[in-house]
T-cell receptor
Framework: EAQVTQNPRYLITVTGKKLTVTCSQN?????MSWYRQDPGLGLRQIYY???????DKGDVPEGYKVSRKEKRNFPLILESPSPNQTSLYFC??????????FGPGTRLTVT | AQSVAQPEDQVNVAEGNPLTVKCTYS??????LFWYVQYPNRGLQFLLK??????LVKGSYGFEAEFNKSQTSFHLKKPSALVSDSALYFC?????????????FGGGTRLMVKP
């Protein structure tokens, strides 16, 4: 089954404790992105990648890092999480850069 | 810079009636436009896109949208709403001149279809 998977689905952590949210797609897509969803603000793009070793900043990259060492994986790294990074995070992939396939989401709470 | 506005936080419609969810956009060049739907506790699902060609585009589940360049709008429509259409709808834009994959979403509109 073609899909985008994210892990973990739910995470509660404390300020400053480094964490990684994994994202993997099995559709051989070139494009991958990370978004955060906050009430009233819609989805805002954090980072995107057009191919292996090619990443670029989206609208809200501060406090986040990404890497794209393999085509299928695009992990999101929070080196020192803060409470304002409490949010719902979505990974997405696309073959064309047009329609995107979204993962199920990761709900992160930073206390 | 590119932006999307969805002026209505919520749209209420009776089952069987037509529905419209509004979207206006701003880009420096020509746009690629998209609609996505989000059901509770789920990720977003692609509904339809405008890339080029006919201004009226048809998508999944009987939805359609009309690209209006002069009004910079891309409103989502359906002739007859179903209760199962109740969900959160997002409009998104990408600048055609943007070589990357910068996609900007609107704030979302909650559609409530009542029996």
């Amino acid at each position: 089954e073609a899909q985008v998977t994210q892990n973990p689905r739910y995470l509660i952590t404390v300020t400053g404790k480094k964490l990684t949210v994994t994202c993997s797609q099995n559709m051989n897509h070139e494009y991958m992105s990370w978004y955060r969803q906050d009430p009233g603000l819609g989805l805002r793009q954090i980072y995107y990648s057009m191919n292996v070793e090619v990443t670029d900043k989206g609208d809200v990259p501060e406090g986040y890092k990404v890497s794209r060492k393999e085509k299928r994986n695009f992990p999101l790294i929070l080196e020192s999480p803060s409470p304002n990074q409490t949010s719902l995070y979505f990974c997405a992939s696309s073959s064309t850069g047009y329609e995107q396939y979204f993962g199920p989401g990761t709900r992160l709470t930073v206390t | 810079a590119q932006s999307v506005a969805q002026p209505e936080d919520q749209v209420n419609v009776a089952e069987g009636n037509p529905l419209t969810v509004k979207c206006t956009y701003s880009v420096s060049g020509n746009p690629y436009l998209f609609w996505y739907v989000q059901y509770p506790n789920r990720g977003l699902q692609f509904l339809l896109k405008y890339i080029t060609g006919d201004n009226l585009v048809k998508g999944s589940y009987g939805f359609e949208a009309e690209f209006n360049k002069s009004q910079t709008s891309f409103h989502l429509k359906k002739p007859s709403a179903l209760v199962s259409d109740s969900a959160l709808y997002f409009c998104a834009v990408r600048d055609r001149n943007n070589a990357g994959n910068m996609l900007t979403f609107g704030g979302g509109t909650r559609l409530m279809v009542k029996p």
